[in-house]
């Protein structure tokens, strides 16, 4: 009997649960068709300090949230900023009498990117040079937040907290132990000398020749960092404090915040009730106890007032996140999906230049040449075609821009990786150990190929390495021809080598440097359009109207962040964490994903982190349970 009460309970509690989202959808759907029927809701924006809380990165397209995962608060691990909201933000509120400063906040602030750093860095000078205070709080910076930061005309720190610059470089996960030991046999076909993406499987360490690139790659990047943030901050005594911080922090028996007063990379120390204060001062006072202690404007209600419509005559194709085949939502340049909403804005837009907006590391062969092909209709139609690159475009992210016109990237852009490699794992080894074998029969030397549980045979090997070998020659072919190169001049600066946007001008792989709005005004005059009326229209996958009725209560709903638990050893950990996670999700997309890929495995670690939960299927739940076995 009580077995049945508890049944009983069980199904009403299920009861209760569905009813309970039946009225919160309806309740959603109903408010958000009264709410967007005209357009998005009347963004409140009054006086104060505009807030730029960043508690995440920036990215150039934020990846699409499910609104099951809003409703239930199990949302992504990081916030994702787009970049060019914020920018647009900042151009608006540097002619606006409403914002009396800027205050950025980066406790929460996880990075972005050199070069997208680089494009809010210029606006918030832009902020400064209308006379407009720039104001910046953390309770500790690194390499990202310090970027921004530096470009403030206040830069505050917490007393419990410090300023560690690292610069570009750090270790990487590799493989070939663990899959020495569970047996695994990594069937690896590839071409190109630095062709990186496929060591971790292959050796225990990294090779000479991707050593060498990589140093080379991370120097100049450093270089840019220091050149930026030296020319923001003049006063800072950059140099010194990030050849030696050991001695810095000896000076002051360990205080990181002094240290960083006294090498003028901070102005004020003091802690978030002193920063409000201060802010108050300039903004207004707020008497919302709940807010941040001074009269602010939100940056989400900004961004929806400040945008401007989505209908001019040049057509913006973003290609962001890692590229994969099939359909999926923005965040990732699925094939199937940018193919499908370039051919509808083609066919219903009265698009005049298309510019086409990389930040990828690539992917998928196969769906690299599918966008590639799509871009083709527009050439097709006779419309000029233009690349702006922007932390990366690198490997497919390169393939995708070789039939533009022209190719804008900036200094620090990390390109290239023109290299072709394909991974096949097999398990013979493995099910040895357990005790299992195979056998069978065949008719041809194909038969049961590729024997992932048996062996692959040398025959399919071979087949599978001259297929690679194929791909890379057509890579070759098609940015010989683009860049009116020759083949064998192509292959030298190729072989997956990565390169930084000064070194490929130099080599060809680039004409100019310039950002997005450089390569719209390009497009416009290639189009022959008055750069008055050169408006951009985003092809972008728009959200549904309820997803964006939950994610602007979710704005309107979130908390104030506390500065407390962001001091110099959290933010460290954190960010270790999120390494971990995005190293194990990388690797399990290496094997996981298509069979033929060009990817930069090298130009994850300069882009900001967006781990995903490491899935517990498919062959990494297999060699658990096989390393479980092993021991």
């Known amino acids: 009997m009580n077995f049945l009460k508890a049944v009983w309970r069980f199904i009403r509690g299920v009861k209760d649960m569905l009813v309970l989202l039946f009225l919160l959808l309806f309740f959603g759907f109903l ?71 800027v205050v950025l906040n980066l406790d929460g602030f996880m990075g972005g990117g050199q070069v997208a750093l680089s494009r809010v860095g210029r606006a918030l000078d832009a902020v400064r040079a209308a006379n407009k205070p720039v104001l910046a709080f953390a309770t500790a910076y690194e390499d990202d ?51 990186s993406a496929v060591e971790p499987f292959l050796r225990p360490d990294m090779s000479p020749a991707a050593r060498e690139a990589n140093q080379a790659l991370d120097n ?27 001695a810095a922090a000896r000076v002051t028996g360990g205080n990181m915040a002094q240290a960083a007063l006294n090498a003028r990379l901070v102005d004020k120390v003091g802690d978030e009730t002193a920063f409000a204060q201060r802010v108050a001062a300039l903004s207004g006072q707020d008497d919302n106890p709940e807010g941040p202690g001074f009269a602010a ?37 699925a094939g199937d999906s940018i193919a499908l909403l370039l051919r509808k804005a083609l ?68 390109t290239g990786s023109i290299g072709v490699f394909g991974i096949l794992p097999s398990f013979e080894g493995t099910l040895a150990k357990i005790g299992i074998t195979s056998d069978g029969v065949t008719t041809t030397p194909l038969s049961g190929e590729p024997n992932v549980l048996g062996g692959v045979s040398p025959e399919f090997n071979a087949i599978a390495q001259l297929g690679v070998e194929d791909m890379y020659r057509r890579f070759i072919g098609i940015v010989s021809q683009a860049r009116k190169l020759s083949p064998a001049r192509v292959d030298a600066i190729a072989q997956g080598r990565v390169w930084d946007g000064g070194t490929a001008r130099k080599i060809g792989l680039i004409d100019r440097f310039g950002g997005l709005e450089d390569a719209i005004a390009e497009a416009a005059r290639r189009a022959k359009i008055d750069p008055a009326s050169a408006r951009p229209t985003y092809i972008e996958q728009e959200p549904d ?32 964490r999120l390494w971990a996670l995005q190293a194990v999700s990388d690797a399990r997309g290496m094997i996981d994903g298509p069979a033929v890929r ?34």
């Open 545 to 576: 109207r309820f997803t964006r009725f939950l994610e602007a209560m979710r704005d309107d709903n979130a908390e104030n962040r506390a500065a407390s638990g962001h001091d110099l050893l959290g933010r460290a950990a954190a960010r270790q």
């Open 31 to 101: 408010y958000a068709a009264l709410s967007f029927s005209t357009g998005e809701r009347q963004a409140r924006v009054t006086a104060g300090a505009l807030l730029l809380d960043l508690n995440g990165t920036i990215v150039e397209q934020p990846s699409a949230e499910d609104p099951i995962a809003i409703l239930s608060g199990n949302r992504a691990p990081l916030r994702e900023y787009r970049l060019r909201d914020l920018v647009t933000s900042l151009e608006a509120a540097r002619t606006d009498a409403n914002v009396k400063a």
């Open 347 to 414: 066919a219903q837009n009265n698009l005049k230049a298309l510019v086409i907006r990389v930040d990828s590391p690539g992917g998928s062969v196969l769906a690299s040449e599918q966008i590639r092909t799509a871009i083709a209709q527009a050439k097709a139609q006779g419309l000029p075609v233009v690349t702006s690159m922007g932390n990366v475009a690198a490997s497919g992210g390169y393939w995708v821009t070789t039939l533009s016109d022209t190719v804008f990237a900036e200094p620090s852009t990390i």
């Open 145 to 195: 937040g310090y970027q921004l930061a530096a470009h403030a005309s206040e830069v505050w720190i917490n007393p419990i907290g410090g300023v560690a610059i690292s610069g570009p470089g750090g270790s990487q996960l590799y493989f070939k132990g663990l899959i020495d030991r569970l047996g695994i046999t990594a069937n690896i076909y590839r071409v190109g000398t630095y062709k």
């Open 297 to 333: 404007i939100d940056l989400s209600h900004y961004v929806r007032a400040k945008t401007p419509s989505n209908n001019g005559p040049i057509g913006v194709l973003t290609i962001a996140g890692d590229i994969v085949d099939g359909e999926a939502g923005p965040g990732a340049a």
């Open 598 to 631: 060009a990817s930069c495995l090298e130009c994850i670690g300069h882009l900001p982190p967006a781990p995903k939960s490491p899935a517990s299927d498919g062959i990494w739940e297999w060699m658990g349970k096989a390393l479980a076995v092993l021991r």
């Open 220 to 246: 100049i990047l450093w270089q840019n960092w220091r050149n930026e943030v030296g020319k923001a901050r003049p006063r800072a005594q950059l140099a010194a404090y990030t050849a030696d911080m050991l």
